[in-house]
C-alpha cells in the first residue's frame, strides 16, 4: 500500500475563515524573549539545552537539506559509524512536528531521483521501521513492561535473573556516565550534552543497561528514566521500541551466554571491530570540554 500514500498530502480548502479573537491566548516569541518564557515554564531547570540541536521549522528545513546534500550518498555505507556523520538527526523535529515523515520521505525519494542515488536503506528505517514502532505502540497494552516482550524473551530473563552480575551499577552511576567503560561513558554524555545518542551506540548503551543491572526491570526502568530525562527523541514510540529490542522485541534469539539468556548481546571488542571507537571518543570528549560542536 505504500505507492497508495507516499504521495504529497492535497492541500486544505478553508470553508470559512474564523472571525473569533484568540489574542489572549498568542504568545509573542522572538530571539530576545525566548530565555524569558523558556524560565517561567514549569520544566526541569537543571536540563541543559542541546549543544547541537535548535528547535523549529527552519532548524528542520536545514537538517533535511543538509542530510541530502551531504550525506544521502553516504547513508547505506556509513550509517552505523558515528564519526561520518551520515544519518539524518531528523528524529528531534519527527517528534516535535516540526516536520513530517511524509514530507521526508518525498523529499528524499525525488533528491535520490534526480541525483540517481539509491535511498531504500533509508526510506526502510523512516517508513518500516517507524511504523512497525508506533503499531507496536498502537495496540501494545503496556509499551513500557517487560511482559510485552516476545514469550522466548521473557523465558530467557526468567531463566536467567539470577546469573552473577558483575559490574552492577545504579541508576545515577548511570546517568553519571560513572561506568568502568570509556564508550558507554561517551554514549551517556552525548545524551545529557546533544539530546540524542547516535542509532548504532544507542544499542550499546541500552545492552550494556541491561548487562550491567541488578535485574532486567530495572535496567527497563534506567533505560526510560534517562530517555524521558534527557533525550529530545524520548517519549516516543521508536524510543520504546528501541529500548525494549535491547530486550529481544522484534528480534530472534541468538546463542545462549550470561546474564543475557538468549537475546542478543553486543561487546567492545565488536565495536570496535565495526567501527571507529577512539574517534566518537575524542569527539565527545571535545563536546564536553568546549560545549561546541565542531562544525560550529
Request: hydrophobic share 35%.
Amino acid at each position: 500500500m505504500l505507492a497508495e500514500f507516499l504521495r504529497p498530502v492535497p492541500a486544505v480548502k478553508l470553508r470559512r475563515r474564523c472571525r473569533e479573537n484568540f489574542g489572549e491566548l498568542h504568545t509573542e516569541v522572538t530571539a530576545r524573549n525566548v530565555a524569558e518564557l523558556v524560565a517561567s515554564c514549569d520544566i526541569d531547570h537543571s536540563i541543559r539545552t542541546s549543544v547541537t540541536f535548535h528547535g523549529g521549522r527552519r532548524a528542520a528545513e536545514a537538517t533535511l537539506q543538509r542530510f541530502l546534500v551531504e550525506r544521502l550518498r553516504r547513508y547505506a555505507r556509513d550509517k552505523n559509524e558515528p564519526s561520518a556523520h551520515a544519518t539524518s538527526d531528523l528524529s528531534p523535529y519527527l517528534h516535535y512536528g516540526h516536520m513530517s515523515s511524509l514530507e521526508v520521505a518525498l523529499a528524499v525519494r525525488e533528491h535520490a531521483r534526480k541525483h540517481k542515488l539509491i535511498a531504500d536503506e533509508f526510506l526502510e528505517e523512516l517508513i518500516v521501521r517507524r511504523e512497525l514502532a508506533f503499531n507496536f505502540c498502537r495496540y501494545a497494552e503496556r509499551y513500557t513492561m517487560l511482559d510485552v516482550l516476545p514469550d522466548w524473551a521473557q523465558q530467557t530473563i526468567a531463566k536467567h535473573r539470577n546469573d552473577a552480575r558483575d559490574p552492577v551499577y545504579t541508576r545515577e552511576q548511570f546517568e553519571g556516565a560513572a561506568t568502568h567503560d570509556d564508550l558507554w561513558n561517551a554514549t551517556q554524555h552525548e545524551l545529557r550534552l546533544r539530546g540524542k545518542i547516535h542509532g548504532y551506540y544507542r544499542m550499546y548503551w541500552g545492552k550494556k543497561i541491561l548487562e550491567w543491572s541488578a535485574s532486567a526491570g530495572e535496567a527497563l526502568a534506567t533505560m526510560l528514566y534517562l530517555h524521558d530525562r534527557y533525550a529530545l527523541d524520548g517519549d516516543d514510540p521508536n524510543t520504546y521500541t528501541n529500548i525494549l529490542w535491547c530486550f529481544g522485541l522484534h528480534d530472534r534469539p541468538w546463542p545462549e551466554r550470561p546474564v543475557y539468556g538468549t537475546i542478543r548481546s553486543m561487546v567492545r571488542s565488536g565495536m570496535e571491530r565495526k567501527t571507529d571507537v577512539g574517534a566518537y571518543i575524542r569527539e565527545i570528549g571535545q563536546l564536553e570540554r568546549t560545549g561546541k560542536e565542531l562544525t560550529a
